[in-house]
């Protein structure tokens, strides 16, 4: 059975951060892996992304410069670290897996090529 926790969530003032954690149960942890996010009322949207060998990344426009996603596959995990976090940041984070391998630098970037997804963690940043 494959299982996604994430944790690190929390209450930030404005400018702070946290560091997400993820980590995968059930499954060879070797897919390439996403953090992203949704806030009441809005679509669930991709934040960062890693390959599965951690050398190619993708972030979204508003978390360029702020976050760094990386991962550990020794550990099965991987992390979302947010640094001068912004009261948009606000939203339940999810972390998935992608549905496929891939090459190493293979980086999927949209909800609908994840197949496997945590509970959430709540992030709410306030001003």
């Known amino acids: 059975q494959v299982q996604v926790v994430e944790s690190g969530g929390g209450l930030v003032q404005a400018g702070g951060s946290l560091r997400l954690s993820c980590t995968a149960s059930?499954?060879?942890?070797?897919?390439?892996m996403g953090w992203f996010r949704q806030a009441p009322g809005q679509e669930r949207e991709g934040v960062s992304c890693?390959?599965?060998?951690?050398?190619?990344?993708y972030y979204a426009d508003s978390a360029k410069g702020r976050f760094t996603i990386s991962r550990d596959n020794a550990k099965n995990t991987v992390y979302l670290q947010m640094n001068s976090l912004k009261p948009d940041d606000t939203a339940m984070y999810y972390c998935?897996?992608?549905?496929?391998?891939?090459?190493?630098?293979?980086?999927?970037?949209?909800?609908?090529?994840?197949?496997?997804w945590g509970q959430g963690t709540q992030v709410t940043v306030s001003s």
């Open positions: 998935a897996a992608a549905r496929y391998r891939g090459s190493s630098n293979y980086t999927p970037t949209h909800s609908n090529e994840y197949i496997y």
């Open positions: 059930g499954l060879t942890f070797d897919y390439p």
């Open positions: 890693i390959s599965r060998s951690g050398g190619s990344t």
